[in-house]
């Protein structure tokens, strides 16, 4: 089975200010995670994912996370955030052998001006 | 830059009637998902489907529910009966195989009343 934490519902932030969105997952076999973002009655889009090779992933934006096997965790960064952040941002796994992504409950960005 | 997409973005309905929710998933991609979405909820993993088939579903995915791909484009979810609690965001998704990253569509919301 596989399954995917995020301890934080909410963090509110500063604009500009550092953060980091915490992601657990469990799972027997390999994985591939992957952070999806929601803004405001929006749909889903990929913000950035890890599939193989170099465990430090970034986006286009300024974010990154690092795949800790040892921890089982991936958690999701930015140096600086900008109001335009905000939106709900949502860990997922996919297992070997596995067809169904299993998303986390979400943690939702506040930019705060 | 190749996308899936929805249609209708919002749907609205009696409990009872029957509803067929469309996608047209990324033109090359083989793998075709549907997921749910409850108000405030998690995003939940509802069937795949490849090579004209499901492939794997969850529980939530009960005899209400049918997916059918009817012609080259089109992949589509039915739910025959709804019920109050179907209300929710439906996803669309789709990739090249059951290894790679899943591109969601913008969604369907789905109104039971």
């Known amino acids: 089975a596989q399954s995917v934490t995020q301890l934080d519902s909410q963090v509110p932030v500063f604009e500009e200010a550092p953060v980091e969105l915490r992601c657990n997952y469990s799972s027997s076999v390999s994985v591939y995670l992957f952070w999806y973002v929601q803004y405001p009655n929006q749909g889903l889009q990929l913000l950035l994912k890890?599939?193989?090779?170099?465990?430090l992933v970034k986006s286009i934006n300024g974010f990154e996370a690092e795949f800790n096997k040892s921890q089982t965790s991936f958690h999701l960064r930015k140096p600086s955030v900008h109001i335009s952040d905000t939106a709900e941002y949502f860990c997922?796994?996919?297992?070997?052998?596995?067809?169904?992504?299993?998303f986390g409950t979400g943690t939702k960005l506040q930019v705060i001006p | 830059e190749p996308e899936v997409t929805q249609t209708p973005s919002h749907q609205v309905t009696q409990m009872g009637q029957e509803v067929i929710l469309r996608c047209v998933p990324i033109?090359?991609?083989?793998?075709f998902y549907w997921y749910r979405q409850i108000l405030g909820q998690k995003v939940e993993f509802l069937v795949s489907?490849?090579?004209?088939?499901?492939?794997?579903k969850s529980e939530i995915f009960d005899d209400q529910f049918s997916v059918e791909r009817p012609d080259g484009s089109n992949f589509t979810l039915k739910i025959r009966s709804t019920k109050l609690e179907d209300s929710a965001m439906y996803f669309c998704?789709?990739?090249?195989?059951?290894?790679?990253?899943?591109?969601f569509g913008p969604g369907t919301r789905l109104t039971v009343l």
């Open positions: 033109s090359n991609h083989l793998y």
């Open positions: 489907f490849y090579n004209n088939e499901i492939s794997e």
């Open positions: 997922a796994v996919l297992s070997g052998g596995y067809q169904k992504v299993t």
């Open positions: 998704a789709s990739s090249e195989s059951y290894r790679n990253e899943q591109f």
């Open positions: 890890y599939l193989s090779g170099s465990t």
